[in-house]
């Protein structure tokens, strides 16, 4: 009897997904006799709004098929927010909605090479979440990683020119994941337009920027530029799945048309709590504080123990580095440090890109009481047992 073939496969291999390669941090940090106290992924713990659930369970759109685009009124009240926030008036006509940013940012490059299909490069952060490398490979494109400024923003003169005439689109990301850096969105915008590039600004963390006003792309006009927000940080709505992209009215039309055959719709229940969620920021004042007092709290435990841990520009994660006197030491080394001293669980800076690994990025979404019980656990080990954690790893 002959052997049967093997069935089709998918051809494209994608690396380990970055959070799978934690198991060992997690493992160390749960041998803590207080337990661990996971800060690697960004998943927001708090509540969102009472109004917001209701509507979430009242709306009655259940029974019938979505608008792939967004109701009026989720278009509408996504562009309210934009107003209120940054004084930026955009058509709802130009707002559309999206089934959490992630999707967009993984299935834009796929949807935007139908039309190019003679441009196979998309320029990204180097050191940055880790889907918009990922948005490049499924769409069967280069994905060029752009270095970072001395101030962690954008150095868009060393793109190579070659690059830039094969660019499909570039993504910024301000404030930045995982460095909380801020990018210079008018800069971003102004090289797109000279070099013919549609430039998608990814801006889930604007309502958590620390230094200065918030800031968007369309603030320096909406020609060749889309915003894209989401309400999984502003309102701790990451489970239900929904965000938004503005801004230049052909892109916005063209990606909009192109999901309706793919499916890509907000539920309609989702979309009525969309509408309260970004009708309402005064729930984003209380979420702001929170954040800010638990990214002071550990940035300064771990100051205590000699990790220069300092407030990010924006966002809701420290982006740490080993300590200067850790001869040869890399990320690793102070993520199992933190996990077996204080029960601490942070990820990696090669999770997000960073090749020589001399960050850790340390998520402050825990509950306060939580935050505050390993920021204790951190100080009482101080800095010698912080090292000594580190000298268990090396078997010395």
């Known amino acids: 009897m002959s052997a049967v073939p093997p069935g089709p496969r998918v051809a494209f291999t994608p690396p380990p997904y970055p959070y799978d390669r934690l198991a060992e941090v997690v493992g160390l940090a749960a041998g803590h006799s207080g337990g661990a106290v996971d800060l690697s992924v960004g998943t927001p713990c708090d509540p969102p709004p009472d109004e917001v659930v209701r509507a979430l369970g009242s709306s009655g759109t259940e029974r019938g098929y979505p608008t792939a685009t967004g109701s009026a009124d989720l278009r509408g009240a996504a562009a309210g927010w934009v107003e209120r926030r940054f004084g930026v008036v955009v058509d709802p006509a130009h707002v559309a909605a999206c089934v959490g940013t992630k999707e967009l940012v993984a299935t834009v490059p796929w949807l935007l090479r139908l039309g190019r299909p003679d441009r196979d490069t998309v320029l990204y952060p180097a050191v940055s979440y880790p889907t918009y490398a990922m948005g490049a490979y499924l ?12 101030d962690g923003g954008l150095d868009l003169d060393a793109v190579d020119p070659d690059d830039a005439r094969r ?12 460095t909380g850096a801020l990018c210079d969105l008018g800069a971003a915008a102004a090289w797109g337009r000279v070099h013919g590039v549609p430039v998608f600004s990814d801006e889930c963390y604007t309502e958590l920027t620390w230094a200065g006003p918030p800031r968007t792309i369309v603030e320096h006009g909406t020609t060749g530029v889309v915003a894209v927000h989401s309400l999984s940080k502003r309102s701790n709505l990451a489970g239900v799945r929904v965000g938004c992209y503005l801004g230049d009215a052909e892109l916005v039309g063209e990606l909009a048309g192109l999901r309706r055959h793919v499916g890509l719709m907000v539920p309609g229940p989702v979309q009525a709590a969309a509408v309260v969620a970004w009708g309402d920021d005064t729930h984003v004042e209380a979420q702001r504080e929170r954040y800010r ?10 100051r205590s123990v000699g990790v220069d841990a300092r407030m990010p520009g924006g966002g809701f994660y420290l982006w740490v580095p080993v300590p200067a006197h850790w001869s040869g030491a890399d990320g690793w080394d102070l993520a199992r440090a933190l996990a077996r001293s204080a029960g601490l669980v ?7 890109g960073q090749p020589e690994a001399t960050h850790v990025r340390v998520a402050v979404v825990a509950p306060d009481d939580r935050i505050e019980a390993v920021a204790r656990r951190i100080e009482a080990a101080g800095a010698d047992g912080l090292a000594g954690a580190r000298m268990v790893g090396d078997g010395r």
């Open 139 to 150: 769409a069967g494109c280069r994905a060029v990683g752009v270095p970072a400024t001395a």
């Open 346 to 352: 942070t990820a990696p800076g090669d999770l997000y």
């Open 293 to 302: 007092w638990r990214l002071e709290r550990v940035a300064a435990a771990l």
């Open 167 to 178: 660019c499909l689109l570039l993504w910024v990301n301000s404030p930045a994941n995982p």
